[in-house]
């Protein structure tokens, strides 16, 4: 019998994350590195141990290894106990053959064993490619106080943004009457973000009958959540305030790495009293040589810069040498930026080689169309050969040579 908890965590971790493209050709997107220092995962793992959850089941799928490897006995995030600590969890072979997770609640329904084992009141169910800070204590306490089965956070998303999201109609006690999974035309502006506490008899009872649904997604938003609205649950929203992105784009991702150097971002970073935990490389502090520029822009350690990085993100042990021009960029770990090269509005990921007098993206402003405009992305352990040019919206393949 494994210790109880009155609350285990559930993170689902195992999204394919396509519309990143060539950045989880290899990788699990909450693998993918975030900041200059972390990875995308180290955001919810953080809030757990933060809000005093120390039992995490983290459900993987898909391109897991680095994942995993990345995870390993949780001891970054204090989650390496003898009780409760992180558990990798992937669907295995049970009964009947293996079969993937379907779905998120299927997911979570796979592993009612695991839960069933620390025997909580209460399950947190969170996304792993989210970058924000939350007290999930503070949620459970709330949802608590309104006796609910089922508690969702909101955040009030720009009207023209809420057809992206499930929408939540609410009363004046926050009390949840309408739920429509991304929705057309939209009749609020408070969006689910994909956190939820359940009290965990009411949620086992639900995952069961979902799964016995013939023709059922097997999906949270899909499913779960209409089908204990229309049976009269009591369910509440969890209003939060504060930075929160869902990383799932280039876009969104590159906007996210450039929002920790942005004055104006509620984004801190360096906030002791909330500090977000990594797996870092232990590596020799940064250094600038006598004729680089670094203006506005965040370096990691083990970094050499010779050459020009304005408003950038340069991860840990990225080499920029002597003439190279680096703009609006993310520069993930390990990754050479050759003489002369420019990098400008680009994600590039680990261990990539940026040939010399090479040219990665554009500045938008210098186009004659702007609207043909986009993020140019090169993949992990990519080659740009010496004096390319890789358009603007443009996406080099992993380990690729151009």
């Known amino acids: 019998m494994a210790h109880k908890s009155n609350v285990v965590a559930m993170l689902l971790a195992g999204g394919q994350g396509s519309r990143l493209g060539v950045l989880t050709k290899n990788i699990a997107k909450p693998a993918v590195p975030y900041g200059g220092n972390y990875r995308i995962i180290d955001f919810p793992l953080s809030n757990c141990v933060n809000s005093g959850i120390y039992t995490v089941g983290v ?21 390496d106990r003898i009780n409760g600590g992180v558990h990798v969890l992937s669907p295995y072979e049970a009964i009947g053959g293996a079969e993937w997770y379907k ?39 709330f949802h608590k106080k309104n006796d609910a089965a089922c508690t969702i956070a909101v955040l009030e998303v720009p009207w023209e943004e809420a057809p992206r999201f499930g929408i939540l109609a609410t009363d004046e006690n926050n009390k949840i009457y309408e739920f429509a999974e991304k929705p057309a035309k939209p009749k609020s502006n408070k969006a689910s973000m994909g956190v939820y506490v359940f009290s965990w008899d009411k949620l086992r009872q639900y995952l069961i009958q979902d799964e016995n649904t013939k023709g059922s997604s097997n999906d949270f938003g899909k499913n779960i959540i209409p089908t204990m609205l229309n049976a009269g649950e009591r369910m509440f929203a969890f209003p939060f305030k504060g930075y929160w992105k869902d990383v799932g784009t280039i876009d969104s991702l590159w906007e996210a ?19 977000i935990y990594s797996r870092n490389p232990s590596a020799p502090p940064h250094y600038i040589g006598k004729n680089a520029r670094v203006d506005g822009s965040s370096v990691s350690e083990g970094c050499e810069i010779e050459g020009s990085v304005e408003y950038s993100v340069i991860s840990s042990n990225v080499v920029i040498e002597e003439g190279a021009d680096v703009r609006y960029s993310v520069i993930m770990p390990g990754t050479t930026v050759k003489k002369g090269a420019k990098v400008y509005y680009s994600i590039i990921a680990e261990n990539a080689v940026i040939g010399e007098n090479a040219k990665i993206g554009e500045i938008p402003e210098q186009l004659e169309n702007p609207e043909n405009w986009g993020i140019a992305v090169v993949g992990s352990g990519a080659v740009i050969t010496q004096g390319k040019f890789v358009e603007p919206g443009a996406m080099i393949k992993s380990k690729e040579e151009v």
């Open 257 to 275: 790495n450039l929002d920790i150097i942005n004055p104006n971002v509620d984004l801190d970073l360096s906030d002791t009293s909330w500090r």
């Open 103 to 141: 779905g998120t609640a299927n997911a979570i329904y796979q592993n009612i064993n695991f839960i069933e084992k620390y025997d909580p009141e209460y399950v947190v169910i969170l996304s792993g490619d989210h970058i924000y800070k939350m007290n999930y204590a503070k949620m459970v306490d």
């Open 59 to 79: 459900l993987t799928q898909y391109q897991p290894l680095e994942l995993n490897d990345y995870l390993g006995n949780g001891q970054p995030w204090d989650l």
